[in-house]
């Protein structure tokens, strides 16, 4: 059985209960004052009997002595022992009051009976005038009965008055007692039906609440209800719903930012990418090209010029392949290399290129991380030197994996500039803010790019490849 | 929850509660009880049969018994007759009989019937009589004893009273009832012992005990008597009629009143002094003495009663004594 239910049935079982009890004990008292009411009645018809038979005696011996018969002296002998035996039941009577009356009633009949019997006896023997005066002589001693009938009657009347005054009273006062019962009860079930209803309706109006809340999308209040029946446990399902609804859409919140940050990354991939197809008009075109002017100038003797042209063609293959997908650090490592190359053909002196590996570069990074790094640092750091100077490609195992750094001896980056590389607010100067969101993008994790860098002192720029991240897919 | 309507819930809960119990507690209170059946404890029944119930005299003698009825455990009750009606009163008597009291205390009634019940049908059943205040001869009714005043002697106490103002050759009426009861004749035996042969003339008249013809008889004795000195009421109930009327015609203070205190004015004549003197005899004596006899008697503790009767003591009462 459910607890509402038991609650619903412990107040109709009480209700009832109470009830029932009341009426058993309001019938009781009634039945016990009915049965001594009557008790008082079958006393009151007792005595009265007691006259009627010996009436009967009277008039029964008067036929016998008028007309005497063995049928009349039968019937007169049937109801002498009648009224014997009412005389035996008289005794019944007795109580403190009337215990003189009594005797002298059961002997005034006793009195009756043996002249009776004498009046049978002397009509028997045939000595009618004799008969006659007994019989004159029981006719008065049954007058006396009726007369001392109606005087036990009127004292029987008069101990019973206060019997019927307290009858009368305990009727009243159960009247009095049933009106007070019923308003008791009434109360009783009244503040219970409240303390039930409350105590369902309450948890009702803390549900309906905590629905209300969260159809209007506060899904951080908590569902609080104080019961222990059903309701109870409806409230912590609809808690446990909320708190998972609650995370999911945490979640979800989670995602749809990473997704935005995923598209706006997207966004500056393609955009870099038509930067670049703006800068090469036939990728394809210019790599062959490329490749069949290394060959004139090998045959013409310019073994630099087409060295150079083959590091063009590489760095132009690379291009085209690897725009968006993750890359051997030592691919990425080859590259900047034949872009150093290249740069270095352009510098001649000013420029020196030196690396220090000291790792595994199975690593896979995404592809043109470390180019526009090393771009910038040559572009922007070494190209307004009139001097030159030297780029360096660190790149070591460290305890949280690799540690990848750039560093140039230039002329430095500024502060505020600084602050616009790290954070950009146009569409200039992305090159440094895309590598670093890609970055995170791929490892999932943030602060993987710093950069240091101090005015006429050069940059460095450090690159943290976690470990192990990613591993299984590359 | 709302804590004003948990509190009102309360209270009134409280309130009723009140309510209930205390109706439960009168409903039990009030539960009638029947008087419980007695067992029959075979005490003896004595009955005190009288022709004056609710007087004062005879309520004396009754409240004498009754004391001494329920000292003695007896079963006790007064029956018989108001005002002299001799035809309820022996029915009375009759029915005592029938109803096999143990023994009967009776006022003595000088009548046949009385005889008759008393000497046979009493006798049939073995009742026991004593007679009390007022004795009946003891030849015609086989009564056991009798218990009160000697009247003979209160009858010459008082004659011997009224000497002190009579003088010789004074007059002195004696009204007596016409059927001249036992105790009355002993009375006036005790009075004409007192005048004998002090030269007083005593004129006996007798009197029906209605109102009418007592008056009647007392216009009459005025009329035949009128320089009489004295009255002597021998039944003290004809005291105050006989009063009025002396008083309807010439002034009281011409005759010296006597009479005996056995009577429903008597005691209140002479304190306000309309008659002289009075026997005051004791009846709550009478009423003690009789049960207590009956019962020795019935007990076997005293036997035989005396027949002459057990007298108790009187004194003659004066105005202003």
């Given amino acids: 059985m459910t607890k509402i239910q038991q609650k619903i049935w412990l107040l109709v079982i009480l209700a009832v209960a109470v009830m029932g009890i009341i009426w058993l004990a309001l019938t009781h008292v009634t039945e016990q004052n009915q049965q001594k009411s009557n008790e008082v009645l079958k006393r009151y018809m007792e005595i009265n009997d007691v006259s009627q038979q010996t009436k009967a005696l009277i008039t029964s011996l008067n036929t016998q002595l008028v007309t005497p018969s063995a049928y009349h002296a039968q019937q007169t002998r049937a109801q002498l022992s009648k009224v014997r035996d009412l005389e035996q039941e008289l005794e019944t009577l007795r109580n403190d009051d009337n215990g003189f009356r009594i005797t002298s009633y059961r002997h005034l009949l006793e009195s009756v009976t043996d002249t009776s019997e004498r009046v049978l006896r002397l009509v028997n023997e045939q000595e009618l005038e004799e008969a006659t005066m007994e019989f004159n002589e029981a006719t008065r001693i049954a007058n006396y009965i009726s007369e001392m009938t109606m005087t036990l009657l009127s004292e029987e009347m008069a101990t019973y008055n206060g019997f019927y005054g307290a009858l009368i009273e305990t009727s009243e006062q159960l009247n009095k007692l049933a009106l007070f019962v019923l308003a008791l009860i009434t109360v009783v079930l009244l503040a219970a039906t409240y303390g039930f209803s409350y105590s369902i309706t309450k948890p009702v109006d803390e549900l309906t609440r905590a629905a209300n809340d969260l159809a209007e999308g506060h899904f951080d209040r908590p569902v609080k209800v104080e019961s222990k029946d059903e309701l109870a446990f409806l409230a912590s399902t609809f808690e446990h719903m909320r708190v998972n609804i609650n995370e999911y859409i945490d979640e979800l919140t989670q995602k749809a930012h990473l997704e935005q940050e995923l598209q706006k990354n997207k966004l500056l991939l393609k955009e870099s990418q038509l930067k670049s197809l703006q800068n090469q008009m036939n990728p394809h075109f210019l790599f062959n090209t490329l490749n069949t002017l290394s060959k004139k100038a090998y045959l013409d003797g310019a073994e630099e010029t087409s060295d150079l042209l083959v590091d063009v063609a590489g760095l132009l293959r690379y291009n085209l392949k690897n725009r968006d997908q993750a890359v051997p650090l030592e691919e990425e490592v080859a590259v900047i290399a034949q872009y150093m190359a290249i740069q270095q053909a352009r510098f001649a002196d000013r420029l020196t290129y030196t690396t220090s590996i000291d790792a595994d570069l199975s690593v896979p990074i995404p592809s043109f991380t470390l180019q526009p790094l090393v771009e910038n640092a040559v572009i922007h750091g070494i190209e307004p030197v009139e001097n030159g100077g030297t780029v360096k490609l660190n790149i070591k195992t460290v305890p949280q994996g690799l540690q990848i750094q750039i560093m140039d001896d230039g002329q430095g980056i500024n502060a505020e500039q600084l602050q616009r590389i790290q954070a950009p607010q146009s569409e200039a100067h992305i090159g440094f803010y895309n590598v670093q969101k890609r970055l995170e993008l791929f490892y999932g994790q943030t602060n993987l790019l710093q950069i240091t860098s101090s005015e006429g002192q050069g940059t460095v720029v450090t690159i943290h490849i976690p470990r192990e991240e990613r591993a299984d897919d590359a | ?321």
């Fill in chain 2, 1 to 321: 929850m709302n804590k004003q309507l948990l509190i009102i819930f309360g209270l009134l809960i409280v309130f009723f509660s009140v309510l209930v119990g205390r109706a439960v507690y009168q409903v039990m209170d009030a539960t009638p009880q029947l008087p419980k059946i007695a067992k029959d404890t075979n005490t003896l029944h004595i009955a005190l049969i009288t022709q004056e119930l609710d007087t004062p005299f005879w309520d004396r003698v009754a409240q004498g018994a009754k004391q001494e009825a329920k000292k003695q455990g007896v079963a006790f009750e007064v029956t018989g007759a108001y005002a002299f009606d001799d035809s309820a009163f022996l029915d009375a008597m009759e029915l005592a009989i029938h109803s096999k009291v143990d023994g009967i205390l009776i006022q003595g009634l000088d009548n046949p019937r009385f005889k008759e019940l008393a000497q046979v049908k009493a006798a049939y059943y073995g009742i026991p009589i004593i007679t009390i205040a007022n004795d009946v001869p003891v030849k015609d009714t086989l009564r056991k004893t009798y218990i009160g005043t000697d009247q003979v002697a209160a009858g010459q106490a008082l004659g011997k009273h009224a000497l002190q103002t009579l003088k010789k050759g004074d007059e002195v009426v004696v009204l007596m009832d016409e059927a001249k009861p036992y105790f009355e004749r002993q009375r006036l035996k005790g009075l004409k012992r007192a005048f004998h042969r002090q030269g007083i003339e005593v004129i006996v008249r007798t009197t029906g005990h209605e109102q009418q013809q007592l008056v009647d008889s007392t216009q009459q004795l005025l009329n035949e008597h009128p320089t009489s000195d004295a009255f002597i009421m021998l039944n003290a109930n004809y005291t105050n009629t006989v009063v009025q009327e002396i008083s309807k015609r010439m002034r009281l203070s011409n005759f010296q009143l006597y009479t005996f205190d056995d009577g429903v004015d008597a005691e209140a004549l002479l304190q306000s002094k309309k008659i002289n003197a009075l026997v005051t005899q004791q009846p709550e004596k009478m009423g003690q003495q009789g049960v207590k006899r009956l019962v020795d008697w019935l007990n076997g503790n005293e036997m035989p009663l005396k027949v002459a009767g057990y007298f108790t003591s009187f004194e003659i009462e004066e105005v202003g004594s």
